[in-house]
């Protein structure tokens, strides 16, 4: 079974661009989180959709926005990119994401903001 | 606020000497207590969910613990390949998929 694929693996933009990152979660799997990685504050959750509905969402700017698919792939979109963006962005999926489901996660996309 | 510690931040041992890592967390209600390894470059690959305190599980060269304020991961007799960061993530009543996450631990084991 494929696991969770992301792309672009690696993005370079300069301040103020728009980024979209993309994450297609494992087969069957009908929840997709977001993660924010940066060395000084770990892995911070951005929002979680299921079945195209964000039902999760964690203290980050309105900049940073995602959506659902119907065949369950999100994209996670961020405008007017800050320096402090920089960072690897993981994305996550589990199959009902309720409670006790894992989540698996994908290689990330590492971003760079100059 | 939930919060989540991990210790020490790194951690260098010789191949073979057992050690532990701990992280201890301060949640409003835990649904479960998970273990992740991440090595370099990749994304964190899911260890262990733990549930209530007294709950031990167990693969390989880890063991990992859980109490009502802290979970231990035990590593016995490790070898080189072992070496990576360990996150600890809480998964609490504001939301299931919601992952609190620790700072980890990077992990050295020399040959």
């Known amino acids: 079974k494929a696991g969770v694929t992301q792309t672009p693996r690696y993005l370079i933009k300069t301040r103020g661009q728009q980024v979209t990152l993309s994450c297609s979660p494992i087969?069957?799997?009908?929840?997709v989180s977001w993660y924010q990685q940066t060395p000084g504050q770990g892995l911070q959750f951005l929002f979680e959709?299921?079945?195209?509905?964000?039902?999760n969402k964690g203290n980050f700017p309105g900049r940073f926005s995602g959506r659902q698919f119907s065949n369950s792939r999100s994209e996670m979109n961020v405008s007017t990119l800050e320096l402090g963006d920089s960072a690897l962005y993981l994305c996550?999926?589990?199959?009902?994401?309720?409670?006790?489901?894992?989540?698996?996660f994908g290689p990330g996309t590492r971003l760079t903001v100059l | 606020e939930d919060q989540v510690t991990q210790s020490p931040e790194a951690l260098r041992l010789q191949e073979g000497e057992s050690s532990s890592l701990n992280c201890s967390y301060t949640?409003?209600?835990?649904?479960?207590l998970f273990w992740y390894r991440q090595d370099p470059g990749k994304g964190p690959e899911f260890l262990f969910t733990?549930?209530?305190a007294g709950e031990e599980k167990e693969k390989e060269r880890l063991k990992a613990t859980l109490t009502k304020k802290e979970s231990f991961l035990h590593i016995t007799a490790p070898k080189p390949e072992d070496s990576a960061t360990y996150l600890c993530?809480?998964?609490?009543?504001?939301?299931?998929?919601?992952?609190?996450f620790g700072t980890g631990t990077r992990l050295l084991v020399s040959p």
């Open positions: 959709y299921f079945s195209e509905t964000q039902r």
């Open positions: 949640v409003s209600g835990l649904r479960g």
């Open positions: 733990l549930y209530s």
């Open positions: 993530a809480v998964q609490t009543n504001t939301g299931f998929q919601k992952l609190v």
């Open positions: 087969s069957g799997h009908r929840s």
């Open positions: 996550a999926s589990s199959p009902l994401g309720g409670l006790r489901d894992e989540q698996f």
